[in-house]
């Protein structure tokens, strides 16, 4: 197996598939597996949701 996942997929309108990763903190997120998915899917949101972040921010896309 690769050991690479995604925790939860959204599938939009127009081909657009929204990738949403969950970790119970910001530096635990690696971005290996979403680089994998985004190779298959390139367009689409992704999100990554963290209990104990208390401002939200945006990494840029070109950061993957």
């Known amino acids: 197996k690769s050991q690479r996942e ?3 997929v959204v599938q939009r309108s127009g081909g657009n598939v929204d990738a949403i990763e969950a ?3 910001p530096n635990a997120f690696t ?3 979403l ?3 985004r ?3 390139p367009r689409g ?4 949701v ?3 972040v208390d401002t939200p921010y945006t990494i840029l896309p070109g950061r993957l």
């Not at 949101?45 to 990554?48: K, Q, V, Y």
Request: hydrophobic content about 40%.
């Open 6 to 8: 995604i925790d939860f």
């Open 23 to 25: 970790k119970i903190s």
């Open 31 to 33: 971005t290996r597996s």
């Open 35 to 37: 680089r994998a998915f």
């Open 39 to 41: 190779q298959h899917h």
């Open 45 to 48: 949101a992704n999100i990554l």
């Open 50 to 52: 963290c209990p104990f």
